[in-house]
């Protein structure tokens, strides 16, 4: 069975940092293109970040020079490392294996003074 559990969520001033973490069980991460999607209020989800299973990367142009995805092969954990957080970017994040169309259960990042 397939499991992605995500953690690492909540309520930061602007400016701020995060880290979500997205542990996998069931699938290697490593061998999965690994993404991170967001949904805020109102809105439809939209693409964060990738690495593929060779560890190429790619990103928003809303969030380049911010945040940094990366994987521990070891941990088979995925992370999305957050600086500099603006308001906008308050939303709901999700982690997905695309090869294997899994996604995770989401985590809620508010961006707030």
């Known amino acids: 069975q397939v499991q992605l559990v995500q953690s690492g969520g909540g309520l930061v001033q602007p400016g701020g940092s995060l880290r979500l973490s997205c542990a996998a069980s069931g699938i290697r991460v490593s061998v999965n293109a690994m993404d991170w999607y967001r949904q805020a209020p109102g809105k439809g989800r939209e693409f964060v970040a990738t690495i593929s299973s060779g560890g190429w990367i790619n990103y928003a142009d809303s969030v380049k020079g911010r945040f940094t995805i990366s994987r521990d092969s070891a941990k088979n954990t995925v992370y999305l490392q957050m600086s500099s957080l603006k308001p906008e970017d308050t939303a709901v994040y999700y982690c997905?294996?695309?090869?294997?169309?899994?996604w995770g259960q989401g985590t809620e990042v508010t961006v707030s003074s």
């Open positions: 997905y294996a695309a090869t294997e169309r899994y």
